[in-house]
């Protein structure tokens, strides 16, 4: 599990950080993308990485400013043309379903696979199945936006493959059954209990991403322990009430949000290009002194969500 920045930036592109997207690769756990807003520009920052639009499975978006949701119809439009088949999920607030299909229908575009819009009504979960559940929670941003909780079902422990060779049992059917915590009776008549011989299970990963913000308890509450914590930072610790009359959020807000919800690590984003140089420092400085684990990322930054036995540090690469 890994997040790639396609986006940092807030409002309008700038030469050093394009608009809104977040790219959450599950390509180990389930070989698919899913997106968190899609900017203008997003299809050409994808150019950029190693990301394929048919392997984008599922698109959240966080509430309807452009800044957020301009680059979905071109991303759309590409994915049908370089080869997207399978149905394309999109969530978001009522009214996503309406922009996106219009646009089509006016440029009179194609596609080569379903559409499945999830228009959000309610708070709650949105999605589940064995491996994932996402759900969601409103945000004060003056516009409907969301923010988004993505948690990991438990991994289930690993055979104990050296143990169980050590007592003369050959791989096979047998150690299947074994992982499955089955009692199995061998040919020797010898009962082995699988559960004996499967490690503890590991714990799921939770990722939180935001939508913009003011401070509020819903962000708290998305980020309760999650392993990352994705938080727009549009305004620095002495503009809290400009922050507050444009419905954003400060590096101190969004790390105080960090510290009473007890995540492991802050990852800031929505960076203002007012902002270059020292002032990234500066912006940087000001949420670790009071939550230390926080980066402000850039542009194509990949950052692992590791397991939490792996250790509470950001791997962050290019």
Not at 115 to 142: A, M, N, P
Not at 190 to 201: K, L
Request: proline content about 3%.
């Amino acid at each position: 599990m890994e997040l790639e920045f396609l986006g940092t930036g807030a409002g309008v592109p700038a030469k050093h950080r394009n608009v809104t997207s977040t790219a959450l690769r599950l390509l180990d756990e389930r070989n698919a993308v899913w997106l968190f807003d899609c900017g203008e520009g997003t299809q050409m920052q994808i150019l950029h990485s190693t990301i394929r639009p048919r392997k984008i499975e599922k698109i959240f978006i966080t509430h309807l400013h452009g800044d957020h949701i301009y680059g979905l119809p071109g991303l759309i439009s590409s994915r049908s043309f370089q080869g997207g088949a399978s149905p394309l999920e999109i969530y978001g607030p009522i009214g996503i379903e309406e922009f996106v299909r219009t646009v089509l229908r006016i440029s009179q575009t194609k596609l080569s696979y379903p559409l499945v819009f999830h228009e959000i009504t309610k708070e709650g979960i949105l999605f589940k199945d064995k491996q994932f559940t996402v759900s969601c929670r409103r945000l004060d941003h003056g516009i409907e936006s969301f923010g988004y909780r993505v948690e990991e079902a438990s991994h289930q422990g690993e055979l104990q493959v050296e143990a169980l060779t050590a007592l003369g049992i050959k791989p096979g059917p047998v150690f299947g059954r074994l992982k499955k915590g089955e009692i199995v009776t061998l040919e020797d008549g010898r009962q082995i209990n699988g559960g004996d011989y499967v490690g503890e299970a590991k714990k799921g990963r939770t990722v939180t991403i935001l939508g913009d913000t003011r401070l509020c308890a819903n962000s708290i509450l998305l980020a309760e322990n999650a392993d990352v914590l994705v938080h727009e930072s549009t305004f620095n610790k002495d503009e809290a009430k400009m922050a507050r009359a444009y419905f954003h959020s400060t590096t101190v807000q969004a790390a105080e949000v960090a510290k009473q919800a007890q995540v492991k690590r802050l990852l800031l984003t929505h960076i203002s290009a007012r902002y270059v140089g020292k002032d990234i420092t500066n912006l940087a400085n000001e949420a670790k002194a009071v939550f230390p684990n926080t980066v402000i990322v850039k542009d194509f930054d990949v950052i692992d969500v590791p397991f939490a036995e792996k250790g509470d540090q950001d791997v962050v690469r290019k």
